[in-house]
């Protein structure tokens, strides 16, 4: 089945600064790719998702890389803001039905 | 904005209880998943519902669980004889579309303690 790897574990950055975070995954049948956002106590919210057949997707301040050949995908936060401490999980999706198979997360501070 | 909602937020239960959480999808959507996270970890999947039935479920997902759509807008999980490694957060997500267009939301998850 599906397995994905998340990297860094932890990351901090000086507010304004960009964060990246990298993630593989195994299953080349994999077509979808979200990216989630926990803040303490609360359930993962979707922040922004790719599909097999773009490359690169932005919004606003995040934007998403997705390399099939090399199987990873790339999540990317440019001038960042206090707010944006959290723990970030990437996904696939495995099967026909649509489960998500998570990454381990990172968790991101950023100082101001 | 429509939301995931789930109750209780936190369950204590004694091992070898039966629990059951609950989950209110968003109205609109058609396909519904438990996923699980202990202290620590990353998010698991359990299972996943469309159409009055199981679709797929996990490894993690044996014969103490089950899930029910009781009614148009409810959808439970209950685990039938809770174990100590049963602890952790679930979460309950839901989505209007089936693969591979399903974006999905989640709930903010009820933190069950088996003690």
């Known amino acids: 089945g599906e397995n994905v790897e998340q990297h860094p574990s932890t990351l901090s950055v000086q507010e304004g600064d960009s964060a990246v975070i990298k993630c593989t995954y195994s299953?080349?049948?994999?077509?979808?790719f979200p990216w989630y956002k926990q803040e303490l106590g609360k359930g993962p919210q979707l922040i922004i998702d790719i599909r097999s057949n773009v490359g690169e997707k932005k919004d606003q301040r995040i934007a998403v890389t997705l390399n099939k050949t090399a199987k990873h995908f790339s999540l990317h936060i440019t001038e960042t803001q206090p707010e944006d401490s959290a723990v970030y999980f990437c996904a696939a999706m495995e099967g026909s039905q649509g489960n998500l198979i998570f990454g381990k997360g990172t968790k991101l501070s950023v100082k101001p | 904005e429509p939301e995931v909602t789930q109750t209780p937020s936190h369950q204590v239960t004694q091992m070898g209880q039966e629990v059951i959480l609950r989950c209110v999808p968003i109205?609109?959507?058609?396909?519904f998943y438990w996923y699980r996270q202990i202290l620590g970890q990353k998010v698991e999947f359990l299972v996943s519902?469309?159409?009055?039935?199981?679709?797929?479920k996990s490894e993690i997902f044996d014969d103490q669980f089950s899930v029910e759509r009781p009614d148009g807008s409810n959808f439970t999980l209950k685990i039938r004889s809770t174990k100590l490694e049963d602890s952790a957060m679930y979460f309950c997500?839901?989505?209007?579309?089936?693969?591979?267009?399903?974006?999905?939301?989640f709930g903010p998850g009820t933190r069950l303690t088996v003690l």
């Open positions: 299953d080349s049948a994999s077509n979808y």
């Open positions: 109205s609109n959507h058609l396909y």
């Open positions: 997500a839901s989505s209007d579309l089936g693969a591979p267009y399903n974006e999905q939301f």
């Open positions: 519902f469309y159409n009055n039935e199981i679709s797929e």
